[in-house]
């Protein structure tokens, strides 16, 4: 997964409340863990304090050689060797036991005392453990010791299965907050690209609704009953602006054979005859204006991929380029011809095409001055051949170039005129729609227009 789809998970709301649920429940977990963790821990320290009272209580009973001999005695029943003790004068002078000198810091107050180890009559014993001195009856200092080895062990275990414990609680979690943002995640994704197809044009694309009727589905339900609107409407007013230029080819043509008849029938030029001729010339520049629409409705309907087959771009533009150099040296223009490592084959109508990238260089070669450059290329676009048409003319205006591929939307020329009839980027829009190819209008580093075609299915995310 690329980063920026990692981004995108972690800005979901989905991914955010299961990820907040499961840092609550980690950090509650191991406040709990932690909590027991400390109770047990000072639950044996206790015990082990209580152990060393206990002895001293006892042997403080004793004294002289009868003391001696219950401490010996004791030692014999001590098979873990837990337990050691050392018989000191006031002094501190080592007089009986295996515990040869007073731990450093124990004074007989009958407070026990952590201690890192103590020295035993075979050597160096270092164990931490806990120490305890009492006043004997006949004036001694016993200093019991108990190490912590055993107690320290039982902590290692629990502590090993409190970390087993938020192991096991924490893996699963984190694997749950993963798997179940995924689904909700990729629900979004489907709704985002059927909705990218919509905006591409494809107004019967729907958003993918599932068996569970959950609230996505429910919004997404909603959403498809208004697209469904949408299209119908959409669907009449089109059917409606095709039904008027059908129906009025068929007047427009009489009207144009009577007017060319009435035309012949005066002979020279005159006062009619030139009104007539006007009048034969506005006919013309409607049934062509109604010819463009037409053919705007047949290239989106689609009814022309039967006829989509293997189109060698290079040799498509070579024979682009032949056709309109002439015209680009009738204005002393320069059209430039540069084929890339894109110009592949691709799939498509190769009539249509032809007409659509010549329509754009018409445009360029219309629009760019004398002496002007125009630039027709194919470069390679992350691994599919795009068609660019450069000119060094005017431009597009930034808030027009998502407005020109529009039906009747004209740009204005210098003088603030309005040109052309407004059909004509809107055939190459409805071509570059049908082959699925993307088309945009951007501005060249000269301030002059450039417009792209890439030869590729638009992915839909």
């Known amino acids: 997964m690329s980063s920026t789809r990692l981004t995108e998970g ?140 055993k107690l320290t062990a039982v902590n290692s275990i629990i502590l090993d299965a409190l970390w087993w414990g938020v192991s096991l609680t924490v893996i699963p979690g984190l694997a749950g907050w993963h798997f179940l943002r995924r689904r909700p995640l990729k629900r979004i994704q489907q709704i985002e690209a059927a909705t990218n197809r919509i905006i591409a044009g494809d107004l019967g694309q729907r958003l993918p609704v599932s ?127 540069e084929i890339g490592d894109g110009a592949s084959t691709l799939r498509g109508d190769r009539e249509l095409l032809f007409e659509a990238l010549a329509n754009l260089l018409s445009n360029a070669i219309r629009f760019t001055p004398e002496h002007g450059r125009i630039v027709l290329r194919v470069v390679e676009d992350q691994g599919a051949p795009r068609i660019d048409i450069i000119d060094s003319g005017p431009g597009i205006p930034a808030e027009d170039r998502e407005l020109v591929f529009q039906r009747f939307y004209r740009g204005q020329n210098e003088s603030g005129r309005a040109e052309g009839f407004g059909l004509g980027l809107s055939i190459v829009a409805a071509i570059a729609g049908l082959h699925g190819f993307r088309l945009r209008a951007g501005g060249a580093d000269d301030g002059g227009a450039w417009l792209s075609l890439r030869c590729a299915p638009e992915s839909p995310v």
């Not at 009727?213 to 007013?237: G, H, K, P, W, Y």
């Not at 059917?239 to 427009?252: F, N």
């Not at 034969?280 to 037409?294: I, K, N, Q, V, Y």
Request: aromatic content about 8%.
């Open 10 to 149: 972690w800005r979901s709301s989905s991914s955010r409340l299961l990820g907040l649920y499961s840092l609550l429940f980690i950090a509650w977990s191991s406040v709990l863990l932690g909590v027991m963790y400390w109770r047990v821990s000072d639950y044996l320290d206790g015990l082990s304090e209580s152990a060393l009272l206990q002895r001293a209580h006892l042997f403080q009973r004793f004294q002289g050689p009868t003391m001696d001999e219950a401490l010996s005695d004791s030692l014999r029943y001590d098979i873990h060797g837990t337990y050691a003790y050392g018989v000191f004068t006031e002094q501190g002078k080592h007089l009986s036991g295996p515990l040869i000198a007073m731990p450093h810091g124990v004074q007989p107050d009958q407070r026990s005392r952590e201690i890192p180890g103590w020295r035993l009559a075979d050597g160096v014993r270092a164990e931490s453990g806990r120490a305890l001195a009492v006043r004997t009856q006949d004036d001694r200092v016993l200093v019991l010791v108990r190490q912590s080895g």
């Open 211 to 337: 068996d569970r009727r959950d609230e996505i589905d429910r919004l997404s339900s909603i959403v498809n009953a208004m697209l469904e609107r949408i299209e119908q409407l959409m669907t009449e007013v089109k059917g409606v602006c095709d039904s008027i230029a059908h129906d009025l080819r068929t007047p427009l043509t009489r009207l144009r054979a009577h007017l060319y008849r009435t035309r012949v029938a005066l002979g020279d030029d005159g006062p009619q005859a030139m009104q007539i001729d006007r009048a034969l010339a506005e006919t013309d520049l409607l049934m062509t204006r109604f010819s463009a629409l037409l053919r705007v409705s047949e290239l989106e309907s689609g009814q022309r991929r039967s006829a989509f087959e293997d189109v060698q771009v290079a040799a498509l533009l070579e024979e682009l380029h032949a056709f309109y150099l002439p015209l680009a040296e009738e204005k002393e223009q320069t059209l430039e011809l």
